[in-house]
């Protein structure tokens, strides 16, 4: 109950350690609670930038989304510097897709171009990672994690409402 917390968003159990990683979103922060209840920072300087480096020496902009993956790494949507960040068990961050410049682009690694990622799940291999994009992407995106190559899966960029296959599709906001 002594910790505090500034907006949480986005919350993923470590497979194996059972502890528990969350975004806090404001508090530009990875915090991460222990099965007994601790919690500390994992990664973050908590001032809104963009920063590679081994938890407090880096530095995010609303980190929305977690999800951890069985090896440990946990991956972040990091709204705000426009990126998908991967934080490995060492606690080192690395950008994993994404230019920081708001866009829609597809390619691989910081070639491609994401608008405000808030959420990302892993398919049950830990081969796929999926994202949302909101406030102005309108899609969700495929990552293919172990070469860093991102593209569409459904979703135009426009807001709409529309069903349909691929970027025929239309999702608002």
């Keep these: ?42 990664a973050g300087s908590g001032s809104a930038a963009f920063a590679d480096g081994v938890g407090a020496a880096a530095s995010f ?22 990126r998908i960040r991967k934080i490995l068990p060492s606690g080192l961050v690395l950008p994993l897709a994404g230019s920081g410049t708001a866009g829609g682009l597809n390619g691989i690694g910081t070639n491609a171009q994401f608008s405000c990622p808030t959420d990302i799940a892993l398919d049950a291999s830990g081969i796929m990672g999926y ?4 406030n102005g992407g309108n899609r969700v995106r495929s990552i293919v994690l172990a070469t860093a190559s991102v ?11 529309a069903d349909g296959t691929g970027v025929a599709a239309q999702f608002y906001w």
């Design 1 to 42: 109950t002594a910790a505090r917390f500034n907006g949480l968003h986005g919350v993923s159990v470590d497979p194996s350690s059972l502890s528990v990683f969350v975004g806090d979103w404001v508090g530009h922060r990875v915090r991460r609670i222990s099965p007994s209840g601790m919690v500390t920072t994992y």
């Design 61 to 82: 902009n609303l980190p929305h989304a977690v999800h951890v993956d069985s090896f440990g790494n946990v991956y972040v949507g990091d709204i705000n510097n426009h």
């Design 131 to 134: 994202v949302v994009e909101q």
């Design 151 to 161: 593209s569409t899966l459904a979703g135009s960029g426009v807001a709409g409402f």
